[in-house]
């Protein structure tokens, strides 16, 4: 079993930044992709970014230009940079990690943008 702890969330204002961390534990071999996942109230989950080992990047377009994903692969770790958040941004944020063709998820972190 794989385990994805996320962290880094909270409530912030408009215009503010976040950064959230999700580490991954447990039967690791290698992970071939990381990324984030977000679903607000009534609304399907949706990807944000994804980081492949090789390190690269793929962002949804309402996020791209404003949001960094990142990863260290020595540590199990990937990271998402929030910038210039919106209140459209508001929702459950979800750590995905992809081994051996296998998803993997975290219980997820609250990002609250409001004024």
């Known amino acids: 079993q794989v385990q994805l702890v996320e962290s880094g969330g909270g409530l912030v204002q408009p215009g503010g930044s976040l950064r959230l961390s999700c580490a991954a534990s447990?039967?690791?071999?290698?992970?071939?992709?990381m990324g984030w996942y977000r679903q607000a109230p009534g609304q399907q989950r949706e990807l944000v970014a994804q980081i492949t080992s090789d390190g690269s990047a793929h962002y949804a377009g309402a996020v791209k230009g404003r949001f960094t994903i990142s990863r260290d692969n020595a540590k199990n770790t990937v990271y998402l940079q929030l910038n210039s958040l919106k209140s459209e941004d508001t929702a459950v944020y979800y750590c995905n990690a992809i081994m051996s063709y296998i998803h993997y998820w975290g219980l997820g972190t609250q990002v609250t943008v409001s004024s």
């Open positions: 447990g039967s690791i071999s290698s992970l071939n992709a």
